[in-house]
């Protein structure tokens, strides 16, 4: 069973549109959880971290923790063309050393 | 002010030779990790220090040696390179729980 799952995509959105990123893990003991932007030959990039549930709101982004459910995601609002990239979200399972397990990225194109 | 350095930032090297990167972060964070990124774009961590100890090991042939000389660096030598090993290789540091902090990579080419 994969630790992260995430629906690779691409997902395409218009710009001005929401875009909404889930993501699924597998170990109920994960204490952390990071959504990261990778833009194509860079380095990812930490956007959102969440640990407690419910929502986070951090300007246009909002992160979403459903423990009971073993689901994150990350809504994006008034997406914008430079939004567009793969977002990777990662996991620390408590006792793991703080080891950050990611899932496979989602590639969001937003379209002017 | 780059908060975790790598490098080179591209190595392109023949099979059978032995290359080592370098990474250094200024964070003042307590550990330290090596990542492979495939060309799927899969990030898979490799190795992790804190404080100079080494404490996450992940199946990884043992052609792959880190080192790391003090809290703020951590090095990583690869001895006979093979075609598999092309990859982008990332630094990354942490504090505690808090999210990491990733380098800018070192894209590896083995020909």
């Known amino acids: 069973q994969k630790e992260v799952e995430q629906n690779s995509g691409p997902l395409s959105v218009p710009e001005g549109a929401i875009a909404s990123l889930n993501c699924t893990y597998s170990d109920r003991v994960s204490q952390s959880f990071f959504w990261y932007r990778q833009y194509s030959g860079k380095s990812p990039e930490l956007i959102m971290s969440i640990y407690s549930n419910g929502d986070k709101e951090d300007g246009r982004f909002t992160a979403q923790l459903n423990k009971a459910s073993q689901y994150v995601s990350l809504l994006i609002r008034d997406s914008q063309p430079s939004d567009s990239a793969t977002y990777l979200c990662a996991v620390i399972v408590r006792g793991s050393n703080y080891k950050l397990t990611f899932g496979k990225g989602t590639l969001l194109t937003v379209n002017p | 002010d780059t908060a975790v350095s790598q490098t080179p930032k591209y190595l392109v090297t023949q099979m059978g030779n032995d290359k080592s990167i370098k990474c250094e972060q200024n964070l003042g964070h307590d550990t330290m990790y090596w990542y492979k990124q495939d060309s799927k774009k899969f990030l898979k961590i490799m190795f992790s220090y804190n404080n100079k100890e080494l404490i996450i090991n992940e199946t990884v042939p043992n052609r792959f040696s880190p080192k790391s000389p003090d809290k703020a660096h951590l090095n990583l030598h690869i001895n006979s390179l093979e075609l598999g090993d092309s990859a982008v290789y990332f630094c990354?540091?942490?504090?505690?729980?808090?999210?990491?902090?990733f380098g800018s990579g070192t894209r590896l080419t083995v020909v």
């Open positions: 990354a540091s942490s504090l505690g729980t808090g999210g990491y902090t």
